[in-house]
């Protein structure tokens, strides 16, 4: 990452309140279960700084989670090269926010692990385990590099808010990750452009 695109995201970076909101806002939406997941483009208002997705994508929970980061990878490009173009927009994308549904083992260290579920867990089968928890996740990242997640049990006492997640990784958060690395590199591409319209901040 260049200096440029330093300075673009330090421009342009939404405040945290922003978007932990969404995020919450995204989760308390979710209210019908065995439903589509969903891919958000989030903008920030250029007048009030108000964050709010700007595109939304529903994804078939059929589709397979290795294929998540090269369909929000082809979305946010697709989105990054109309807004990028146009001096009308009265946002500024800021982020993408991730809305899915999957289960989680609970476990701790006086109760690890069976190999049976350990095996489940490689399989992607962890539904299969009597112990499982089924959740609604939201994930949502900004080019600064900083990830939020928030999450609620189907059943259950999980419910919990907003929360930036230092060091996350995985498939989804990681495909999240390199999806919103491409939102300052277009702006500042737009801005070079010969054929580039003036335009104002963002």
Same mark, same amino acid.
């Given at each position: @990452?260049?200096?440029?695109?330093?300075? $673009?995201?330090?421009?342009?970076?939404?405040?945290? =309140?922003? @978007?932990?909101? /969404?995020?919450?806002? =995204?989760?308390?939406? *979710?209210?019908? $279960?065995?439903?589509? *997941? *969903?891919? @958000?483009?989030? !903008?920030?208002?250029k007048t009030t700084g108000r /964050?709010?997705?700007i595109e939304i994508a529903a994804i078939h929970t059929a589709m397979r989670p290795e294929l998540y980061p090269t369909l929000m990878d082809r979305l946010m490009r697709t989105h990054l090269a109309t807004i990028t173009n146009t001096n009308t927009s009265?946002?500024?994308?800021? !982020?993408?926010?991730?809305?899915?549904? !999957?289960? @989680? /083992? /609970? *476990?701790?260290? =006086?109760?690890p692990l069976t190999l049976g579920e350990q095996a489940a867990i490689e399989r992607r089968e962890m539904k299969t385990v009597d112990r499982s928890v089924e959740l609604a996740v939201v994930y949502a990242a900004d080019p600064g590099g900083r990830m939020w997640m928030a999450r609620k049990a189907r059943e259950g006492d999980i419910n919990e808010p907003a929360a930036i997640v230092a060091n996350y990784s995985g498939g989804f958060a990681d495909g999240l990750r390199r999806c919103v690395d491409l939102i300052a590199p277009a702006y500042l591409a737009a801005q070079r452009s010969p054929w580039a319209r003036p335009k104002g901040r963002g």
């Open positions: @990452m260049d200096t440029h695109e330093l300075q $673009w995201i330090g421009e342009h970076a939404p405040a945290a =309140a922003e @978007m932990a909101a /969404v995020v919450d806002k =995204a989760l308390a939406a *979710h209210t019908q $279960w065995d439903s589509l *997941h *969903h891919f @958000m483009v989030l !903008g920030a208002d /964050v709010s997705p009265t946002h500024t994308t800021v !982020g993408a926010l991730l809305q899915i549904e !999957g289960h @989680m /083992v /609970v *476990h701790s260290p =006086a109760d």
